[in-house]
């Protein structure tokens, strides 16, 4: 059975870090890409990065570019998401996904139950 478990989610002030993580079973972690999506509150899914197989490619919304690093550990089957510079418009619950083939390009066929991110004074 697939799972991914997230954590590292919290309430922090703007212009604070936090770092999330991922842990897939279930599956060959380093097979697969790997992707965070987030939904704020009252709003849709909005994707915010992923990453190929090796983390050899990484991709980014634009919203998120130059704040946030998406990274994996493949000995660990983790997937992290380092946020810095947070924003209020940050706040969200941060799902991790996996997709359905070693390259970002495919959809996300597992997903885990999120972790919450607030972004407040």
């Known amino acids: 059975e697939v799972q991914l478990v997230e954590s590292g989610g919290g309430l922090v002030q703007p212009g604070g870090s936090l770092r999330l993580s991922c842990v897939g079973s279930?599956?060959?972690?380093?097979?697969?890409?790997m992707t965070w999506v987030r939904q704020a509150p009252g709003e849709g899914l909005e994707w915010v990065s992923a990453?190929?197989?090796?983390?050899?490619?990484?991709y980014y919304a634009e919203s998120v570019k130059g704040r946030f690093t998406i990274s994996r550990d493949n000995a660990k089957n983790t997937l992290y998401l380092q946020m810095n510079n947070l924003k209020s418009e940050d706040t969200a619950v941060y799902y991790c996904?996996?997709?359905?083939?070693?390259?970002w390009g495919t959809g996300m066929d597992y997903w885990g139950k999120g972790t919450m991110v607030t972004v407040s004074l």
């Open positions: 990453t190929a197989w090796n983390g050899g490619m990484t």
């Open positions: 279930g599956f060959t972690f380093d097979d697969y890409a």
């Open positions: 996904a996996k997709t359905g083939d070693h390259i």
